[in-house]
């Protein structure tokens, strides 16, 4: 019993009484059998509910993917160091083919055994923790005094003095939309810019004519 709870810890991290369970009168194996899969059942479907099926989807396929793929790999080079021994066989008087066909067979159960179990419980393992993003500029009093200088081409020597000293640069401003139906948008026009009503004339020639 005290092996069961441990092994259930390790294989699908749940802690259960599986000591209580086995004093209760007349629980069989079977029963407990069936309490070890409801408790991992409920466990999974509260993680589920917690990070959204949709997630635990896409969590899913990746553990799947990744385990078969590291599994995959360990069982071609299982099966090509037996393919190199196999003939030995021969001299027990066994046919060395069957003998593959039988040890490949068995060699791919047991991966599937193995892939099923390390799926199941890195998917019961699996926490999720969301992270604010990081803020990827610095506060304005946390940049960096710059200095600005002004070397004197003829004399080499800095117009500036000890330089000007300044943390960012001005904000920019910025310009208002123009609408074209609207002159109060305009601003300030050259009498030979085009007009900014759009008529494709020069500004003296059209609305600049009555100012």
């Known amino acids: 019993v005290a092996g069961l709870r441990e092994r259930l810890r390790e294989a699908i991290a749940l802690d259960l009484p599986i000591d209580e369970w086995a004093k209760e009168e007349g629980i069989a194996d079977e029963e407990i059998r069936e309490r070890v899969a409801k408790a991992a059942d409920e466990f999974y479907a509260r993680k589920r509910e917690t990070y959204t099926p949709e997630i635990m989807v896409q969590i899913e396929k990746a553990i799947l993917l990744q385990t078969l793929d590291h599994l995959w790999r360990e069982h071609i080079v299982t099966v090509e160091h037996l393919r190199q021994v196999i003939h030995l066989r021969g001299y027990g008087q066994r046919d060395p083919l069957n003998e593959y066909k039988t040890e490949g067979f068995t060699l791919f159960e047991a991966m599937i055994s193995h892939l099923r179990e390390m799926t199941t419980g890195q998917i019961m393992r699996v926490e999720l923790q969301s992270q604010p993003p990081e803020d990827l500029l610095p506060d304005e009093d946390e940049l960096p005094m710059m200095r600005a200088h002004h070397i004197d081409p003829t004399t080499g020597q ?43 004339k020069k500004f003296k020639h059209c609305h600049g004519a009555y100012v």
Not at 181 to 198: S, Y
């Open 158 to 200: 800095d117009d500036v003095g000890e330089g000007l000293l300044f943390a960012q640069a001005p904000p920019r401003k910025i310009k208002a939309a123009v609408n074209p139906e609207d002159p109060t948008t305009w601003g300030k026009v050259g009498r030979n810019d085009a007009c900014p009503c759009g008529s494709g």
